[in-house]
Structure formats: structure tokens, C-alpha cells
């Protein structure tokens, strides 16, 4: 049969551009991340004009249709051009894009109901796995309010993977818990994330990190993971390409995975509306109505809810969120950026990741290189705009890490944000009112905790009794002084 392509480079077809137009994804940005289509060489240089043309025939207003983020580097460009760069004489504003003015909101997907038994705030990975693990539960009068389109925040931005070599036996649990769902996950919700258990490999550049792997190998295999350490010639066997002299030994674990993220957050968004949730997108959170100590209302810009429970599940934007019930959150959002290069045949198995620098870097079923890497200079604040620096600094990482990189071509790069806690674990349950719950503060690891913490909380919420993740990561326990935390953060 015929196939009529929209984008060459992603096989992004008018029939993809058009279902995916009838499950309700308006606005470009919604209809790239669904279909794919800008996201190849030419970033949409041949296809956005046909596929916005496509979508105001088929109704989608001219606010839905503006052009997406213009992602750098206009051209494809080599690691060993960009490593040539000095990183120190870059800084944080150099290579940024000119910001566009903001265009006019597309319309909000539906009209807001007058009352809801849930409402749920942030439409990323947080907020849409809970709805949906609500509705299984019975729970259906559910509705989650998106000020943007779904995978806006850091859900649509990171780097998709999911690992259990973790440093304590509660994170151990719910990671093992999040790679059983993972594996199953596109059969169970008919959709493919591209789930892949290659592994991962943290290299330990120094006698410290080798120490710390060691005791963690330890702890694991008191957690029931295959966790192995190994030299570098051993993970040279896993990954024939590192170069040998750049690290002392290596924790390797054969059973994580990396995902891809767009199609897990569809997923769980499609299965939760087919159960009965509403998913109300551009839809902004701009206050609450109070009465002693609930919150009885919902108010956005466009009308009010009352309801009987308000989640939080906002990401790096949820201390926003709580300031406007007047609770104050200690999470702090910080920008990390990303990038990807073009696709390959497979050839790089594990996640791998330098612990001294926080590199990590994986390859995706659909052969790019995806990875980032933090900045130790980077302020906190929400900022998603994209550095030269932040190139720099990765290109020379990587490749330092595998000299071989040193041909491969960037294709786009861009940024999220990590919300931030001050141990670095999430914070649940109610804060400031009884009815104000709390799914936020997973730093650069709420993907993968995701599946397994939104089924634990909407048990809870539909009445078993609480897992101890509800008692341990309340708020209060940073008055109290019970901040020891999670160190094993990468990026
Ligand atoms: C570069 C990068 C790489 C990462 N890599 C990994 C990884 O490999 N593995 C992993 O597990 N995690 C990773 N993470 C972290 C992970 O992406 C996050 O922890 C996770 O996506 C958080 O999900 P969330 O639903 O809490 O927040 P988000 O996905 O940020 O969703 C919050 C939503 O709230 C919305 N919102 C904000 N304000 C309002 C308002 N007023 N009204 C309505 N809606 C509002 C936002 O628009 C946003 O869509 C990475 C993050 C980044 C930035």
C-alpha cells in the first residue's frame, strides 16, 4: 500500500500525522513527540512546514501549528569539533538561542468539569501514572490539569533510563519493581517504548569511587542484584570500545534498561483517559481555595474544580505549586542538558557512566547516542535553553571515554530540569493541608522511579495501607533533621 511521508528522515507518514491528530495531539510540539516527525538530521527543516499544512486541514488553529523549539546545531557537528572548544572561556549564555516571544496558548483540550474526587497537577510522567494506576484501582472521577502539552517538562526531556544499582534497599525495591513493569509495559498498554535491557556500567575514575561501587556491589547482592564489579579489562569486555586508562574498575549490571521516554508518558496518558481520567492540557494551576485545613478548589485560567484531593505531581515546577496553597517545598529545579547524535547500527550495549564527571551516555533502539552530563557551574532556576558549553564539556567527556565518539555527529541537544530535594529522595504525601498530597522531588530519577511509585500511591490513595515510602519521604521529616539521603545521582 502507499505511503505518503511527511518526514523522510523519521518515517513520520500524513496517515501518523493524522491518528495522531484523532487521539487529540493538536499542537506541533504534542504531534513531534507522538509521531517523531522533526526529530531527525534536518530538525524539521523539510517536514514542519507540510506537517503544519497537514494539521490545518485538519482543523488544528493557527496557535497549535506554530513552529517548535529550534534545536542546536543548525548543522550535524562532530564531537572532535566541538571537544576542540574550550569549555572554561564558554559561558552559560554563549551559543544560546535568541528566545522567541512565547506564542499565543493553544486552546485547552477540553472544558473544565465543576468538580472532581482527585485532581492531579503536572501532566508528566508523575502526574499520568498516577492517573492511571488511580482508575485501575476504581478511582475514575480523576482529573489532571497540564498548563502545556504532555511530555513539556522534564518526562519529554531526559535520557530514559532505568537502573536498580541503587545505594539502599528501598530505592533497590522500587527501581526492580519499575523494570518489571517496563519490560511488560508494551504489551500491557499497546504501545512500544523501546525497552531495553542492556545493562548498565558506572566506570569509577579514582580509589574513592572504586570504594564506593565495591560497598554498593555489596549492598546489592544482599538486595538480589547480579551487580558485578569489574576491572577494566573486564568491561572492556562488555564495552570493547572504552579507553582502559580512564578508570580503576567498573560496576556492571546486566539488568537495566533504557527506555524511550515519549511513547512511556503516551501510554500511561491513552490508558488513563480510556479508563475514564480526563487530561485536561494547556490548562494553567494559578491558585486554591482553602477552608481550614483542605483545599477545596482548584482554580486555572480557565475556570475552577473543586475536588477532595489535589496532588502535586508539578516536577520543577512543584515548589511553584505548593507556594500557591502556602506551603513552602524545599526542592530547588536545575537545568541539565542532553543531546543526540545520529542514529548507528547497534554497537554500544550498557547505559555507561563516569562517576568523577557524571557522564552517561546510552544508545537508543533507534541507534542515536543519547547522554548528558551536569554542570557543576549551573545556577539553580528553570531554564531549558541550550548551551555551547554544555557540548563542549560532554564532547571531551565522551570522547576521553570512547575515542572512537570523536566522528560521531551531535544532531540536537536541549534541556530539562531536575527537581531538586536536599537528600536527593522525593517527597509524598500530605503537606500544609490533609488533602494536598505531595508525588515530587525525584531529582534526575523520576522516570524510572515513576511506574513503580504511582501504583504505590494510588493503592494508598484507594485505601491499603500506606508503603513506607509514605511515611519515610514526608516533608516534615527535613524539620525534624532526618536528611541523610540518596548519593548516587548521575548527570
Ligand atoms: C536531562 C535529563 C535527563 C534525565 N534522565 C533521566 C533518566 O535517565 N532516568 C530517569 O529516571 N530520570 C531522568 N531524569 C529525571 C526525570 O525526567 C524526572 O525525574 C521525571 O520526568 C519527573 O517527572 P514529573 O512528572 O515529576 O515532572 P515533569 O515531567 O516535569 O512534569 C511536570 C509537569 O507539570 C506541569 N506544570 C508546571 N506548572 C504547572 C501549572 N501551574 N499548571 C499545570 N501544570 C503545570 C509542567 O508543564 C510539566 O509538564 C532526567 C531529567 C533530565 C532533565
Known amino acids: 500500500m502507499a505511503r505518503s511521508f511527511i518526514c523522510r528522515c523519521e518515517d513520520a507518514t500524513v496517515d501518523d500525522v493524522r491518528r495522531a491528530f484523532e487521539k487529540g495531539y493538536r499542537d506541533l510540539e504534542s504531534v513531534k513527540r507522538y509521531t517523531g516527525l522533526g526529530t531527525g538530521p534536518c530538525q524539521g527543516k523539510t517536514c514542519l512546514a507540510v506537517a503544519a499544512r497537514e494539521l490545518l486541514r485538519l482543523g488544528a488553529t493557527p496557535a497549535e501549528v506554530l513552529p517548535f523549539t529550534v534545536r542546536p546545531p543548525l548543522e550535524p557537528t562532530s564531537f572532535a569539533a566541538l571537544a576542540a572548544l574550550d569549555p572554561a572561556g564558554l559561558s552559560l549564555e554563549a551559543g544560546v538561542p535568541v528566545p522567541v516571544p512565547p506564542p499565543a496558548a493553544p ?23 498516577l492517573a492511571y494506576n488511580l482508575c485501575r484501582r476504581g478511582m475514575k472521577d480523576v482529573v489532571l490539569i497540564e498548563k502545556g502539552y504532555l511530555t513539556a517538562g522534564a518526562s519529554g526531556r531526559n535520557g530514559g533510563g532505568v ?47 572504586a570504594a564506593r561501587i565495591e560497598k554498593n556491589a555489596e549492598i546489592h547482592a544482599r538486595n538480589g542484584l547480579r551487580t558485578r564489579v569489574l576491572t577494566p579489562a573486564e568491561a572492556k569486555e562488555v564495552v570493547p ?46 491558585g486554591f481555595e482553602r477552608d481550614g485545613k483542605r483545599l477545596t478548589a482548584v482554580e486555572t485560567d480557565h475556570g475552577r474544580i473543586a475536588c477532595e484531593v489535589v496532588v502535586n505531581a508539578a516536577g520543577a515546577w512543584s515548589p511553584e505549586i505548593a507556594a500557591l ?74 570522547t576521553e571515554c570512547i575515542p572512537k565518539t570523536a566522528g560521531l555527529k551531535v544532531m540536537r541537544q536541549w534541556a530539562g530540569c531536575y527537581d531538586v530535594t536536599p537528600d536527593n529522595n522525593p517527597i509524598l504525601g500530605a503537606a500544609g493541608y490533609e488533602n494536598f498530597l505531595q508525588l515530587n522531588g525525584f531529582v534526575g530519577h523520576g522516570f524510572m522511579m515513576a511506574p513503580a511509585v504511582t501504583e504505590l500511591m ?16 514526608t516533608l516534615d521529616r527535613f524539620e525534624k533533621g532526618e536528611v541523610g539521603g540518596e548519593d548516587f545521582i548521575i548527570g
Open 458 to 473: 494510588a493503592n494508598w490513595m484507594a485505601g491499603d495501607p500506606p508503603d513506607e515510602i509514605f511515611e519515610r519521604f
Open 107 to 129: 486552546r485547552p483540550s477540553a472544558a473544565l468539569p465543576a468538580r472532581a474526587q482527585v485532581v492531579i497537577v503536572g501532566g508528566g510522567i508523575m502526574g499520568l501514572g
Open 241 to 286: 570500545e572504552l579507553d582502559e586508562r580512564t578508570f580503576l574498575a567498573a560496576s556492571w549490571n546486566p539488568d537495566d534498561a533504557v527506555v524511550f521516554p515519549w511513547p512511556y508518558v503516551w501510554g500511561y496518558a491513552a490508558r488513563a483517559e480510556a479508563l475514564g481520567a480526563k487530561v485536561l492540557t494547556f490548562t494553567r494551576v494559578t
Open 163 to 209: 537502573r536498580a544499582q541503587w545505594t539502599t534497599p528501598t530505592m533497590i525495591r522500587l527501581a526492580r519493581r519499575s523494570l518489571e513493569i517496563g519490560e511488560r509495559f508494551a504489551s500491557e498498554m499497546g504501545i512500544n517504548v523501546w525497552f531495553r535491557r542492556g545493562g548498565y556500567l558506572f566506570l569509577a575514575p579514582s580509589r574513592a569511587q
Open 325 to 398: 496553597a502556602g506551603v513552602k517545598l524545599p526542592n530547588e529545579p536545575e537545568r541539565h542538558e542532553i543531546c543526540v547524535t545520529e542514529p548507528l547500527k547497534p554497537w554500544l550495549g550498557p547505559m555507561v557512566s563516569n562517576l568523577g564527571s557524571g557522564l552517561y551516555f546510552s544508545q537508543s533502539l533507534r541507534g542515536e547516542i543519547v547522554g548528558g552530563m551536569g554542570d557543576p557551574a549551573e545556577p539553580r532556576g528553570i531554564d531549558t535553553r541550550s548551551t555551547l558549553r554544555f557540548l563542549a564539556r560532554y564532547a571531551r567527556a565522551i
